[in-house]
């Protein structure tokens, strides 16, 4: 299964596409400017800046059309298969493994920023209570960040997998951890069923969505990378406990307005 934190780049001698982390720091070569650093990274355009040598300045590059390879020589070729844009997809496959492992108290909430381009996420213990979140230190995020530096916050390097992304959090928050440990059955078992119907390519999202006569629509689901269709499946419905902060189809949380998302990548 492809994991979707990296850029991905092809070998011509093998029939399957491999993958490398790409983030700042990452150490590059570039056929007419040598080795080089990169220093920041956007993967929701495909373009890097890098310096070279001791230059003073640094050079834009587009991972597309500008040859770029990793410091071995492996080719990164952006559009052959864009990598995730939004962390959430990751974040999902973790808090799965936290619950298998009895930390059903873990909960992942994401809701679209205010232009609609991008998702934040927040992950919170103890108590569900999807409006009255504790709030801890590299607990939360935004695909707008996670963009030009692919990390979560809590010590994870670039391209973790599930196992050192677990790892990582017990290690920098084990109090705020330790406060997830117990049983939350039906929470558990709706995202269980959400992380199957979604996972790797998806990620759900708890905006307020309404028909324009009041009905209560699925919830939201949303492309991590470009190049993905739109979700096809089964409707899904929303998580234990949401029901009750409706009111009369109106819902009490951040309800923000949105553009429509663009998602679609260059093929």
């Known amino acids: 299964m492809r994991d979707p934190v990296h850029c991905h780049f092809y070998r011509p001698d093998l029939s399957a596409c491999l993958m490398k982390p790409l983030a700042p720091g990452t150490v590059i070569f570039h056929r007419y400017r040598g080795y080089g650093v990169v220093t920041t990274i956007n993967l929701l355009t495909g373009w890097i800046t890098a310096r070279f040598g001791d230059e003073g300045r640094t050079l834009d590059l587009n991972l597309s059309t500008d040859q770029v390879q990793h410091a071995d020589g492996e080719a990164i070729l952006f559009r052959r298969a864009p990598p995730a844009r939004m962390p959430h997809a990751r974040l999902m496959a973790m808090v799965r493994q936290l619950h ?12 679209p920023k205010q232009s609609g381009v991008h998702w934040r996420w927040h992950l919170f213990a103890g108590q569900r209570n999807w409006m ?23 010590g994870d390097a ?8 677990v790892h990582a959090l017990a290690k920098f928050d084990p109090q705020g951890l330790a406060q997830a440990l117990g049983e939350d059955e039906a929470h558990s078992a709706w995202f269980a069923g959400m992380c199957d119907a979604l996972l790797p390519d998806y990620m759900y999202s708890l905006n307020m969505s309404t028909s324009a006569d009041g009905v209560v629509q699925p919830v939201p689901v949303v492309a991590v990378r ?3 269709q739109p979700y096809d499946g089964a409707p899904l419905g929303w998580p234990p406990g949401w029901a009750g902060l409706w009111t009369g189809n109106r819902h009490t949380t951040q309800a923000l307005p949105q553009a429509a998302p663009n998602f679609a990548g260059t093929p």
């Open 132 to 154: 009255q979140r504790p709030w801890r230190e590299g607990w939360y995020g935004s695909g707008a960040e996670y963009n030009f530096n692919p990390v979560m916050g809590w």
């Open 158 to 165: 670039p391209g973790a997998s599930t196992d050192e992304l």
């Open 100 to 111: 298998e492992a009895g930390y059903q108290k873990l909960y992942l909430y994401s809701w």
């Open 226 to 228: 470009g190049g993905v």
